[in-house]
């Protein structure tokens, strides 16, 4: 059985989709459970903010957890796209509300977007990797209010860059981070994007995913970012296959923010 938590709608800016359809595509591929994880990213400076309307966000998550509660189970989850200067905003709403699953992401620097690329402009490759990695380990320093963390090697994606730099020219950082999580009790998720983004390996990598495991780390959720029907638990044989092989024994679910281990 898979369990895809990461999942958006109409809910999301960049969605179109209603919660319904992804319910039915969930339903139809035999999920056993699924999170939605809708968009939240505040001061961004390319685009207004990306907020949600609480109330009716849950309301809705409710009344399909009633309709559907004999076919599948709906949880409720948010992505927070977390800067330095937001990190009081998101910890206030990450415990205003029931939330059972919350994804820590980082999708902008001082204010830019990384999807628009002007970040990336006045630096160099290793540079934008470098302050990108960096930022993440600050955020997480300060804020637990988080289940997991997003694709956590997301910087990748963007930049218009021939080619991806190795991961271990940054691998002192990122064993940070990954030490943080742990010791704070958190996870990270493997992301399925990787294969709408045509990059050309996991997200995060197989050196992450790999580095995280050796350190310990235990509490691993998987999740399609998907936006569309189409797109919801992509390529999840193949993951579940490949985190078992690197000696993973159980993926995650959360209930009400604690986590859930299911044998792989």
Not at 12 to 21: A, P
Not at 27 to 34: A, C, N, V
Request: glycine content about 4%; charged content about 30%; overall charge negative.
């Amino acid at each position: 059985m898979f369990y895809d938590y990461h999942m958006h709608s109409s809910f999301s800016n960049d969605s179109k989709t209603d919660m319904e359809d992804m319910i039915k595509k969930s339903i139809d591929l035999g999920l056993k459970e699924i999170c939605f994880t809708d968009h939240v990213d505040y001061d961004l400076d390319a685009d207004d903010d990306w907020g949600i309307d609480y109330n009716k966000y849950f309301d809705k998550i409710s009344f399909f957890q009633n309709k559907y509660s004999d076919k599948i189970s709906i949880k409720q989850g948010i992505e927070f796209g977390l800067q330095e200067q937001i990190i009081d905003r998101c910890s206030k709403e990450a415990n205003m509300y029931p939330f059972d699953f919350i994804i820590c992401s980082m999708h902008a620097i001082n204010r830019s977007d990384l999807y628009f690329g002007n970040f990336f402009k006045d630096k160099t490759q290793h540079e934008a990797y470098e302050i990108y990695f960096t930022k993440l380990y600050n955020i997480i320093k300060n804020y637990k209010d988080y289940s997991v963390l997003g694709h956590l090697d997301l910087v990748k994606r963007y930049g218009n860059y021939d080619k991806l730099l190795d991961d271990k020219l940054f691998s002192d950082i990122i064993e940070a981070i990954l030490k943080q999580a742990i010791h704070d009790g958190k996870g990270i998720e493997i992301n399925t994007s990787c294969y709408r983004y045509n990059l050309p390996d996991l997200t995060p990598s197989r050196y992450i995913l790999n580095m995280y495991k050796d350190l310990g780390g235990e509490i691993i959720t998987t999740g399609s970012d998907s936006h569309n029907p189409s797109q919801v638990s992509y390529q999840f044989d193949y993951i579940y296959s490949y985190l078992k092989d690197i000696g993973f024994e159980y993926v995650c679910k959360f209930n009400k923010m604690n986590p859930e281990f299911i044998k792989i």
